[in-house]
C-alpha cells in the first residue's frame, strides 16, 4: 500500500501528470493552438528567475540582448519578491512580477502555488513564449511555472546537463518544448547569451549593469555623510559575509587586518557593508578594523547599496551577490573565491581581480563529498585559508596605486 501511495504521489507531482492535464486546459484556452512562431519572432516573453542577487546581475546581458533582438516584444520578468526593487528600473523589460517562491523539492503545495499564480498574474498576457534561463537544477518550481503560464513554447536547459540535475530534474524536459543541451564549463552569462543565440538573435558582450536612480544616489551621499563620510573621501568597502555558505566567507580575522592596513597605507575610508543576517560580523570587522571604520550593514536596499558601491575606490567581497553589483556599478572589484567556481560566477568587468586558489577538490560543489557547498573534507576551508593577506595587499596596491 505504502508503495503505490508513493508511486501515485510521484506521478501527481510529476512533469507527466503537469502535461496529462495541462494540455487538454490549455488547448480548450485557446492558449496551446495555432502555428508555433519561429523562434526570434516572438512578442509577448516571459522570462523566469526566481534565483538570488548574484544570478540576478548575471542574467542582466541576457535581458538586454533579448531587448535588442526583439524591440518590439513585450518582456515580463518573473523575480523573487526581495529583488524586484533591483529590475524595477531595468530599461529592458516592460513589466516586473514578484513570485514568492519557496525552495526545496517538488511537492504539491508548491505546484498549486505556482499554477494559483499564473491563473492569477501571467494568463491574461497569452505569452508565445517562456523562458528559464536557469542551468543549474531547479529548485524554485521555475519550470512548473513556465508550464503553468500557458505559454505556447518554453525554452529552458535540458535536465541532462548535469548529473544532480538528472536527478532532482527527472522528466523536466517534458514541461518544455525546447531544451539547450550546453554542457560545457563556462560563465553563466555567456551561457545565456548563447541561449539567445540558440533562438536566432544575435548577443553581444556579457558585460553585467544595475540601474539607480537619483533619489538612490542622493539617499546613498545622505547615509555616507550622516556616518561622516567626506563625499571627496577615497572609499574601500569590505563585504566580509559568505552569504548563506560559511566555505565562501574569508577568514574574518583577515578582513579585520586588511581594512587596518588599507587605513594606514591606502589613506582610504573604511566602509563594511552586509545585508540581513550580517549584522554580527559586520560589527566584528568594523570595531575591529577601528579608526573611523563605518558600519553599513542592513537598512540600504538594494539599489541604495548599489549607489553606495558606485562611490568606491575599491571594494572587497567573497562570492557573494553585493560583489557582483559593484562590478556592475563600474567600481574596482576584488573577488575572493573559495567554494565555488570562478569560471562559472566571476564578476564580471574590466576592473574586476579574482583570487582563487584551486585544490583537488575544487570546486567543492561538483563533487559528492560537497552537496552544495554544504560541508568540507578539511579540518578548515583550505582553499579560503590559502589565499592570504599578502596576496589581497598586492591586489588593493595594483587598484590603489600605492606602495605598500
Not at 548535469?162 to 553563466?188: E, M, P
Request: overall charge positive.
Amino acid at each position: 500500500m505504502k508503495k503505490t501511495c508513493s508511486a501515485l504521489k510521484g506521478f501527481v507531482l510529476s512533469p507527466s501528470f503537469a502535461r496529462f492535464i495541462g494540455e487538454p486546459f490549455f488547448f480548450l484556452m485557446g492558449m496551446r493552438t495555432g502555428a508555433k512562431t519561429e523562434m526570434g519572432r516572438h512578442r509577448r516573453i516571459l522570462v523566469v528567475k526566481l534565483d538570488e542577487i548574484g544570478d540576478a546581475v548575471m542574467l542582466t546581458p541576457f535581458v538586454r540582448e533579448l531587448r535588442a533582438g526583439l524591440p518590439q516584444a513585450w518582456i515580463t520578468l518573473v523575480v523573487k519578491p526581495q529583488l524586484k526593487e533591483l529590475w524595477d528600473i531595468c530599461p529592458y523589460v516592460d513589466e516586473v512580477v514578484a513570485f514568492d517562491r519557496q525552495a526545496g523539492p517538488s511537492s504539491l503545495r508548491g505546484h498549486l502555488r505556482a499554477l494559483l499564480f499564473a491563473a492569477k498574474k501571467l494568463w491574461k498576457k497569452r505569452f508565445d513564449l517562456a523562458i528559464v534561463p536557469r542551468w543549474d537544477s531547479d529548485i524554485y518550481n521555475a519550470s512548473f511555472l513556465a508550464y503553468f503560464s500557458g505559454a505556447r513554447e518554453r525554452l529552458g536547459y535540458s535536465e541532462s546537463v548535469i548529473a544532480g540535475k538528472r536527478q532532482l530534474n527527472k522528466g523536466y524536459d517534458r514541461l518544455y518544448t525546447k531544451v539547450s543541451f550546453d554542457a560545457g564549463l563556462k560563465h553563466d552569462s555567456l551561457r545565456n547569451l548563447d541561449l539567445l543565440r540558440g533562438m536566432g538573435l544575435r548577443a553581444g558582450e556579457m558585460k553585467t549593469e544595475l540601474w539607480v536612480n537619483q533619489d538612490d544616489l542622493k539617499a546613498a551621499d545622505e547615509l555616507l555623510a550622516s556616518k561622516g563620510v567626506l563625499r571627496d573621501d577615497l572609499l574601500a568597502c569590505i563585504y566580509p559575509s559568505g552569504g548563506s555558505s560559511v566555505l565562501k566567507q574569508w577568514p574574518v580575522e583577515n578582513f579585520i587586518e586588511l581594512g587596518r592596513w588599507i587605513q594606514k597605507t591606502c589613506g582610504a575610508k573604511v566602509i563594511v557593508a552586509g545585508g540581513p543576517g550580517d549584522e554580527k560580523v559586520c560589527r566584528e570587522v568594523t570595531e575591529g578594523v577601528g579608526g573611523g571604520a563605518v558600519n553599513l550593514c542592513g537598512g540600504l536596499g538594494l539599489r541604495r547599496a548599489a549607489a553606495v558601491f558606485k562611490r568606491c575606490g575599491v571594494f572587497i567581497g567573497n562570492d557573494t551577490g553585493p560583489t557582483h553589483m559593484a562590478a556592475a556599478m563600474g567600481a574596482p572589484v576584488i573577488a575572493i573565491f573559495g567554494s565555488s567556481c570562478p569560471h562559472r560566477f566571476a564578476p564580471v568587468g574590466d576592473k574586476c581581480v579574482v583570487l582563487w586558489k584551486a585544490f583537488e577538490c575544487s570546486p567543492c560543489f561538483l563533487h559528492d563529498h560537497a552537496d552544495r557547498c554544504a560541508e568540507c573534507i578539511h579540518e578548515k576551508t583550505a582553499c579560503l585559508e590559502a589565499l592570504t593577506l599578502s596576496d589581497l595587499k598586492k591586489a588593493v596596491t595594483d587598484i590603489l596605486g600605492k606602495a605598500s
